[in-house]
């Protein structure tokens, strides 16, 4: 997905799982996200205590780097847990990567809860843009 948005000339910020079927380039090597952990550029974060570093790496076979963000699961901050924020624009500082997925994941949490508490995807399966508009706002009033 990452790739398939870079080539429509836009840029990416999303959250990566941790998983061992994902494989990053670093150095020539193909690595998975928890061996990637150690290696991350750590300096004293004084603007974000949540950031612990970051690391550029490459994804696919087409060799497009992105940067990797480190940041501390706020939900499981006592396991010393942390998750991956991806930006495709390397230029960016961490802070504003970790700011910007902030933004996005509001939405996301409020498409969640639509779908859990309003029935959003169980009551209406058409395809119409208009229509699912106005079941939208009938299921907000609601």
Not at 19 to 29: A, D, L
Not at 112 to 129: A, D, F, I, W
């Amino acid at each position: 997905m990452i790739l398939e948005t870079i080539k429509l000339d836009s840029d990416v910020v999303c959250r990566m799982k941790r998983t061992s079927k994902i494989f990053f380039g670093y150095q020539g090597k193909q690595i998975i996200s928890e061996r990637l952990f150690p290696l991350i550029h750590r300096k004293k974060w004084q603007e974000d205590p949540r950031i612990i570093g970051f690391i550029i790496v490459t994804i696919w076979k087409n060799r497009q780097k992105i940067k990797l963000v480190f940041c501390k699961d706020q939900s499981k901050s006592d396991t010393g847990d942390f998750q991956m924020i991806a930006s495709s624009d390397i230029a960016l500082s961490s802070l504003e990567i970790i700011q910007m997925y902030g933004k996005c994941w509001k939405i996301e949490t409020f498409f969640k809860m639509c779908k859990t508490y309003l029935n959003l995807t169980k009551e209406y399966e058409g395809l119409n843009y208009d229509t699912m508009a106005a079941f939208i706002s009938i299921v907000f009033l609601r």
